[in-house]
Nanobody, 123 residues
Framework: QVQLAESGGGLVQTGESLRLSCVAS????????MGWYREAPGKQRELVAT???????EYGYSVKGRFTISWDNAKNTIYLQMNSLKPEDTAVYYC?????????????????WGQGTLVTVSS
């Protein structure tokens, strides 16, 4: 079973930094992309950043220039370095990805989400 697990959330003050991690575990054969979304109270889930296996990166408008996504292929782990945090960055951050698992000759891809990690930025 392939799954995603986030870590690194917490409480910080405005202007501080935080780094989130997301580990993909299980019988992983391929990863098409991984990324981060966030959901603030009373708001819809929004894109934070994604990265493809080809290294193509997309950032949400509100985090451009402050957040950096990176991918350690050897560890099947992505990171989100968040700098200059603002109170409006407060949200549950979810890891997501499209991962492939090979069972015999059968390769199947799954769209997965982690459980989320809470980031709170105090003013």
């Amino acid at each position: 079973q392939v799954q995603l697990a986030e870590s690194g959330g917490g409480l910080v003050q405005t202007g501080e930094s935080l780094r989130l991690s997301c580990v993909a575990s299980g019988d992983i054969f391929d990863v098409k992309y991984m990324g981060w979304y966030r959901e603030a109270p009373g708001k819809q889930r929004e894109l934070v950043a994604t990265i493809t296996r080809a290294g193509e990166i997309e950032y949400g408008y509100s985090v451009k220039g402050r957040f950096t996504i990176s991918w350690d292929n050897a560890k099947n782990t992505i990171y989100l370095q968040m700098n200059s945090l603002k109170p409006e960055d407060t949200a549950v951050y979810y890891c997501t990805g499209e991962l492939g698992s090979l069972t015999g000759d059968n390769l199947r891809y799954f769209d997965l989400w982690g459980q989320g990690t809470l980031v709170t930025v105090s003013s």
